[in-house]
C-alpha cells in the first residue's frame, strides 16, 4: 500500500541554524500539507500546497517557514532560523484530486532545536 | 470557528472492556469527521471517516457516527485489545482557500492492560 515517508525521522539542530524536513507524498496526490505537533499538544496545521502554491498557511507559518515541491517527487519544509520553540514533530500529508479531503500522514521528524 | 474538543485522558481498560471516546464539534458547514490513531513512536494512521450526517465509519472493530443534532463522533469499540493502546485523534476537515485542512482534538490516550 502506497504511503507517505519523511526523512530524517530525527533532527537535533542549534538555534539559528536552517533545517530542510523532506516527505515523499503518495505519488498520485496532488494536495500536500505540513502540520506540527508539539510534545504533549495539539496537532496543528501549518501549510496546505496546490499546483506548486501554496492555498493556505496558519498564523505559525511565518517568514520562517517556507515550502517547496523541487521536483515531481518531494515536498519540502525549510525552517530558515530555528527557535526553541520550533522544537516539535512535524508531519507532512497528502491527499488525491478526487478525495481531497481525506489526507495521508507520514511517520514524522521529530525536530530537536538546542 | 472550527473546533473538536475530545474527552481527557488517559483512559486505562482492561482488555475486552468497551470503549467510548467522546468527540464533539463545532464547524461552519457540515465538516467531514475523522479519527486517526497514533501507536506508540509512530505518526498518523487514519482509523476511520463519515462524510456526512449519520454516517457510521467503522474499521478494526472500531465504529463512530456522524451525529449532526449532538454534533459529535465518538469513537467506540466493543471489546479493546492490549493492542489498541494508542493516542486517537478525533479531527474535522474545514474546506478553505480551495484545500482542507484539519482541526484536530487534544487526543486521547488509551492503555489497555492484560
Known amino acids: 500500500e502506497p504511503e507517505v515517508t519523511q526523512t530524517p525521522s530525527h533532527q537535533v539542530t542549534q538555534m539559528g541554524q536552517e533545517v530542510i524536513l523532506r516527505c515523499v507524498p503518495i505519488?498520485?496526490?496532488?494536495?500536500f500539507y505540513w502540520y506540527r505537533q508539539i510534545l504533549g499538544q495539539k496537532v496543528e496545521f501549518l501549510v496546505s500546497?496546490?499546483?506548486?502554491?501554496?492555498?493556505?498557511k496558519s498564523e505559525i507559518f511565518d517568514d520562517q517557514f517556507s515550502v517547496e515541491r523541487p521536483d515531481g517527487s518531494n515536498f519540502t519544509l525549510k525552517i530558515r532560523s530555528t527557535k526553541l520553540e520550533d522544537s516539535a514533530m512535524y508531519f507532512c500529508?497528502?491527499?488525491?484530486?478526487?478525495?481531497?479531503?481525506?489526507?495521508?500522514f507520514g511517520p514524522g521528524t521529530r525536530l530537536l532545536v538546542l | 470557528g472550527n473546533s473538536v474538543t475530545q474527552m481527557e485522558g488517559p483512559v486505562t481498560l482492561s482488555e475486552e472492556a468497551f470503549l467510548t471516546i467522546n468527540c464533539t464539534y463545532t464547524?461552519?458547514?457540515?465538516?467531514?469527521l475523522f479519527w486517526y490513531v497514533q501507536y506508540p513512536g509512530e505518526g498518523l494512521q487514519l482509523l476511520l471517516k463519515?462524510?456526512?450526517?449519520?454516517d457510521k465509519g467503522s474499521n478494526k472493530g472500531f465504529e463512530a457516527t456522524y451525529r449532526k443534532e449532538t454534533t459529535s463522533f465518538h469513537l467506540e469499540k466493543g471489546s479493546v485489545q492490549v493492542s489498541d493502546s494508542a493516542v486517537y485523534f478525533c479531527?474535522?476537515?474545514?474546506?478553505?482557500?480551495?484545500?482542507?485542512?484539519?482541526?484536530f482534538g487534544t487526543g486521547t490516550r488509551l492503555k489497555v492492560l492484560a
Open positions: 479531527a474535522l476537515s474545514a474546506h478553505a482557500s480551495g484545500t482542507y485542512k484539519y482541526i
Open positions: 463519515a462524510t456526512k450526517a449519520d
Open positions: 464547524a461552519t458547514g457540515y465538516p467531514s
Open positions: 500529508a497528502s491527499s488525491e484530486e478526487e478525495v481531497q479531503e481525506t489526507q495521508y
Open positions: 505519488s498520485n496526490h496532488l494536495y
Open positions: 500546497f496546490y499546483n506548486n502554491e501554496i492555498s493556505e
